[in-house]
């Protein structure tokens, strides 16, 4: 006989989820590899992450109503395609902000910089990059924010453009969504003629997406000393990695930034919630997670986390990429230390 219970595939990496609706729908935790068409073809719901590619190729002739995305970004999901075949889709805004702030100014202070007067450029100014901002001017930083989507709907006031952070920031970092073919596209938003503005030999942080950053232009500004140092979470083609970036990268980690205790279960939990909502699902009650301190110190980020012994692992073991991620011993944030 079959179940009339909602059915719901969630890919099995995602921690903190099981147990959340497994009483209330049938629930199935399938490997990345394992969420084929024939798989999720009857599921109502699908809970995923970046490695799961939500296109036509997956869903049509499914049944799926709802995708639930336990991560921050959606590139890896084809929105258009799932809007207009009626799949709704949602994601978990925010849930790893604080470790993505906790790992940029981590990684600085690990290699020696002294935030204090330098000029920081933050290029993306949503969740995550409205926190690093803040950290940065409560660690004596001078803060130029990037965002044009933001500016264009709030007005220019507190926005700079990427000629003046090429021009005058000590540090650039990455924190926009990975789009192409859109009106302020990210694809390669540092690129060969991004790095030949740069004056003044910065550190560049990528921890939004790999392809917002140019492989060859990060080599050739290494290279010709137009970059100081890069710290790299997000790869282009990863969990395929480019050997050359890996070597001469100060910081190199697998995609690791965001993954905090306290932000995976944020993301389980807003995925669970959604779900729950759009099924009439009971769902019990969920602790409250705090977010934020009220105020940071140097210290207090230095202590919460040091990328060092990530750094040793991915360079020692570059084909375990995918491993090292799924593995990961997830790390508490800087308010929860």
């Not at 499914?62 to 590139?75: E, P, Y």
């Not at 009106?183 to 540092?190: A, G």
């Not at 110190?297 to 986390?305: E, L």
Request: hydrophobic share 40%; aromatic share 6%.
């Amino acid at each position: 006989m079959e179940s009339d219970r909602i059915k719901i595939i969630v890919e099995k990496n995602i921690p903190f989820f099981r147990g959340l609706l497994d009483d209330v729908a049938d629930v199935s935790y399938l490997a990345p590899d394992d969420l084929t068409k024939d798989a999720v073809a009857d599921a109502d719901a699908i809970v995923t992450r970046t490695r799961t590619k939500c296109n036509e190729e997956l869903l049509k002739g499914s049944k799926c109503q709802l995708i639930a995305s336990a991560t921050i970004g959606l590139d890896h999901v084809d929105v258009d395609w799932c809007e207009k075949y009626g799949i709704e889709v949602k994601n978990a805004p925010g849930c790893n902000a604080p470790a993505v702030a906790q790992y940029v100014f981590a990684s600085l202070l690990a290699l020696g910089f002294n935030p204090e007067g330098k000029c920081l450029g933050v290029i993306g100014a949503g969740n995550v990059g409205k926190i690093v901002a803040d950290w940065g001017r409560q660690l004596g930083m001078r803060v130029l924010v990037n965002d044009p989507p933001r500016e264009e709907s709030e007005g220019s006031e507190g926005f700079v453009d990427l000629d003046c952070i090429a021009a005058e920031a000590d540090v650039i970092t990455f924190h926009t969504p990975y789009t192409k073919g859109t009106k302020f596209p990210t694809h390669h938003l540092l690129d060969a003629d991004f790095v030949e503005k740069l004056h003044r030999k910065p550190i560049i942080i990528n921890s939004a997406r790999g392809p917002v950053t140019d492989t060859g232009a990060l080599l050739d500004g290494l290279k010709n000393g137009k970059i100081s140092q890069v710290v790299i979470d997000c790869w282009e083609g990863e969990p395929k990695i480019n050997g050359e970036l890996l070597d001469v990268a100060a910081i190199a980690t697998p995609h690791i930034a965001g993954y905090s205790l306290q932000g995976k279960k944020r993301a389980s939990y807003t995925a669970a919630q959604v779900v729950a909502e759009k099924f009439n699902l009971k769902l019990g009650n969920l602790p409250d997670m705090q977010y934020l301190p009220e105020c940071v110190t140097a210290m207090d980020i230095a202590q919460s986390y040091n990328p060092m012994g990530d750094t040793e692992r991915l360079k020692a073991n570059p084909c375990e990429f995918e491993n090292l991620r799924n593995k990961y011993e997830l790390r508490n944030e800087v308010l929860f230390r």
